[in-house]
């Protein structure tokens, strides 16, 4: 069973930055690779960040893209997410979220930490 830890997050005025963990355990990291949802309040869970199984290539939603970088560190078993240049409407719960490449969709997921932008 994978077990994801998340860490990070807090409140930080608009332009600050924040640095988000995962860590992941119960399988090989190399077996895994670590994503980014949040869920702004009252809103449905969107994406904001992947990253492929080599680590070559990440993707960002458009609205986070020049402004957040997502990067893993193998030997710690654990993902990160950097969010440079905050706004309020980057305000959420985010989670980390992880599969196999048998896995359809995600079956495991962090337990979510709030990320709060005052204007």
């Known amino acids: 069973q994978v077990q994801l830890v998340q860490s990070g997050g807090g409140l930080v005025q608009t332009g600050g930055s924040l640095r988000l963990s995962c860590v992941a355990s119960?399988?090989?990291?190399?077996?895994?690779?670590i994503d980014w949802f949040r869920q702004p309040t009252g809103k449905e869970r969107e994406f904001v960040a992947a990253i492929t199984w080599t680590g070559s290539r990440p993707y960002y939603a458009d609205s986070v893209k020049g402004r957040f970088t997502i990067s893993s560190d193998n030997a710690k078993n654990t993902g990160y997410l950097q969010m440079n240049d905050l706004k309020p409407d980057d305000t959420a719960i985010y989670y980390c979220?992880?599969?196999?490449?048998?896995?359809?969709?995600?079956?495991?997921w962090g337990q979510g930490t709030q990320v709060t932008v005052s204007s």
């Open positions: 119960g399988r090989p990291f190399s077996d895994l690779r």
């Open positions: 979220a992880t599969k196999t490449p048998s896995d359809v969709g995600y079956p495991y």
